[in-house]
């Protein structure tokens, strides 16, 4: 049995490693918003073809590729915007360290953005159910959006 070993593995192996190690709570937030962006943008698309069959004569309400490309974008900006919270962190722990502070967290506002990125996708994922016929319970989304008051106030 031949063993394949690479300097390119073991660079990412350590790589993911020190990342897991230092950003503990910000791995497992992350792959949830990964895997809400894509139910969001899959909820987003079965939406509009739901809109497109109950009003056929209506160009407002069909899918567009445009739109699409446009909301793919947007969940770029999302992982943009996190890169900057993140290196915000880094930085902020860095310059408390070389203070001879301590900063016990080292993820506070890459896990906030996250968790802010969470709710909004959360929110569209309801707002494409309910385009697709569902009926929501208001206090589900009552409740996220008081989700998303606390976080915004958090960052202040």
């Known amino acids: 049995m031949k063993t394949n070993f690479s300097l390119e593995k073991s660079i990412i192996a350590v790589l993911g490693a020190w990342i897991s190690n230092t950003m503990e ?3 497992p937030t992350l792959m949830l918003l990964t895997i809400l962006m894509v139910i969001d943008y899959i909820s987003g698309m079965l939406a509009a073809k739901k809109e497109a069959l109950e009003y056929p004569d209506k160009p407002q309400y069909r899918w567009s590729s445009k739109k699409s490309i446009i909301g793919i974008y947007k969940k770029i900006g999302y992982i ?3 890169l900057v919270a993140v290196s915000t962190d880094y930085l902020i722990h860095k310059f408390a360290v070389e203070l001879g502070l301590r900063f016990d967290s080292q993820t ?9 990125f969470i709710i ?4 569209s ?3 494409n159910a309910n385009r697709m016929g569902v009926a929501l319970p208001g206090f589900l989304v009552k409740v996220l ?3 998303k008051n606390n976080v915004d106030h958090k960052g202040e």
């Open 125 to 127: 994922i309801l707002e």
């Open 108 to 116: 506070l506002f890459g896990l906030l953005v996250s968790i802010w």
């Open 145 to 147: 959006m008081n989700m």
């Open 80 to 82: 943009l915007t996190i």
């Open 25 to 27: 709570l910000l791995i």
């Open 120 to 123: 909004n996708e959360l929110l």
